[in-house]
């Protein structure tokens, strides 16, 4: 890989993009809570990728755009993807070397923190509705990890190849 | 795995804050920003800006159910749009017909309400919204407008379709509004019974199907099949238009107050448009003639 690491950086704003707005995309009834967590899925997979160009401060900002498009309380998916991302890059080396389930598994732990977050600000907030169904992104990103990373790196590949 | 860059090694020495503390600082202001946004509401202003950056990915997303409704339109055949037309111009003759005796109606209601001397209610000024295809929470009744602050749009304001009550906005932006369903459970809504003008609330359950109405006594005259109209008290909707309709009516004997559920008679989630209703827009000719004026004083707060 010869890229230096501005380039790139147009690919990484447009997936946080796309995340951003599959969060939104209206899905049919019964499959509305099995939404993927696009969000934090897209910036665990870049922090993994480059732990030392994103960070910390990209997880929180994009979080607090999340809010903002949700219409929810200001900072609680900021929280939450803080506090991912956080486990994201203090475990980045390990991470990185697992095989692809094993990737999977542990990303799973990493959006089940994210989504336990989700649910406790809502809670605290006062309009929580608990039901079995608050895991179904955890399910939903275990399916969805291994397509998104796969893709994702296809795409890094054919722009490094290409510029 | 594709090797490390330059920049992905890890540097001797490491500069700033280390990560633990970056988090631990992101934490908190997070925590800070939700206590701030959540309990006092001082961040509308953050929201207003930052909601004016994100507005076109929420009309990025509206935008293949705005295409495939156009497509729809624009290749459905001449002869089903021909029908269509007449059947909406019959529609449209009927409720003129009816519209007919409305003004007689109004009339006379005004003289009546001039006798017993209280202020006559004026016409409610409305514009169509259209609410935008993009999911918000699915464990919260929530849904997002094209409309906000520069139509005029403001927080509080009582949302209506063709059947009945919708909900209320809870947040203007410039471009965009968002807005709370009366099933949302953290909603509710002041209602009384068309019948007999009783008065209760009426609390959304998260079931866009249902609503409940936990605080009437097993004494309450009150029947499967009546019409909950909402009452105007609490100043957030406007009098007289129609919430829901009872659905079940329980009487436990041991129990203080009765159980009753009612089924909202607006469509809450078919349907993309909406109508925003101003309290009392429009000063009503006919009143001011008969009473002189005094429609001015009660009406609209």
């Given amino acids: 890989m010869t890229a230096t690491p501005r380039e790139g950086h147009w690919l990484v704003v447009l997936s946080l993009l796309v995340a951003l707005s599959l969060e939104l995309t209206p899905l049919p009834g019964e499959l509305a809570t099995w939404r993927p967590p696009w969000l934090v899925l897209v910036m665990i997979y870049w922090v993994l990728r480059y732990p030392r160009r994103y960070g910390l401060a990209l997880a929180w900002t994009s979080g607090l755009l999340l809010d903002v498009l949700k219409g929810g309380v200001l900072g609680q998916h900021a929280l939450a993807m803080t506090i991912a991302i956080w486990l994201a890059l203090r475990f980045h080396l390990r991470l990185r070397v697992f095989p692809v389930w094993q990737q999977t598994m542990a990303v799973g732990v990493l959006v089940l923190a994210h989504e336990f977050l989700v649910f406790w600000v809502d809670g605290v907030a006062g309009d929580a509705l608990v039901s079995w169904q608050r895991v179904t992104p955890v399910l939903a990103a275990l399916i969805a990890w291994p397509l998104m990373s796969g893709l994702l790196s296809g795409l890094r590949a054919r722009v490094h190849m290409t510029t | 795995m594709s090797p490390l860059t330059q920049t992905d090694n890890k540097p001797l020495f490491d500069r700033g804050p280390s990560l633990g503390t970056r988090m631990v600082l992101l934490a908190i202001l997070s925590v800070a920003l939700m206590v701030l ?68 109606l109004r009339a006379e209601n005004a003289r009546l309400r001039a006798l017993m001397e209280s202020p006559a209610k004026r016409a409610d000024r409305m514009q169509v919204a259209e609410i935008l295809a ?18 005029g749009i403001y927080s509080g304001q009582a949302l209506v379709d063709a059947d009945g009550i919708v909900g209320q906005v809870t947040r203007v932006s410039p471009l965009g509004a968002e807005a709370i369903l009366i099933s949302d459970p953290s909603h509710a809504t002041p209602v009384e019974l ?45 009098h007289g238009y129609p919430v829901a309709r009872v659905t079940r009516v329980e009487r436990r004997p041991g129990e203080s107050f009765a159980q009753v559920e009612a089924e909202p008679t607006a469509a809450l989630n078919r ?13 009503e000719p006919l009143a001011t003639e008969t009473l002189g004026g005094a429609g001015d004083e009660g009406g609209a707060p």
Avoid: C
């Avoid at chain 2, 209760?200 to 019409?227: C, H, K, Q, W, Y």
């Fill in chain 2, 37 to 104: 946004d959540h309990q006092q509401g001082h961040m509308e202003t953050v929201r207003r800006a930052l909601s004016v950056a994100v507005y076109p990915i929420r009309v990025l997303v509206d935008m293949p159910a705005a295409t495939f409704g156009w497509t729809r339109e624009s290749l459905s055949q001449r002869h089903r749009l021909v029908t269509e037309n007449r059947e909406l111009r019959m529609e449209s003759l009927r409720q003129r017909g009816r519209l007919q005796q409305l003004a007689a």
């Fill in chain 2, 134 to 151: 993009v999911d918000l929470d699915p464990y919260r009744h929530r849904i997002a407008l094209n409309r906000g602050g520069q139509s």
């Fill in chain 2, 194 to 238: 068309n019948r007999n003008n009783l008065r209760t609330v009426a609390l959304g359950t998260g079931d866009l199907m249902r609503m409940e109405l936990p605080f009437l006594p097993n004494s309450a005259d009150i029947r499967v099949g009546d019409l909950l109209v909402s009452s105007g008290l609490g100043d957030a909707f406007p």
């Fill in chain 2, 271 to 283: 349907g993309r448009q909406v109508l925003l209703v101003w309290k009392g827009g429009e000063t």
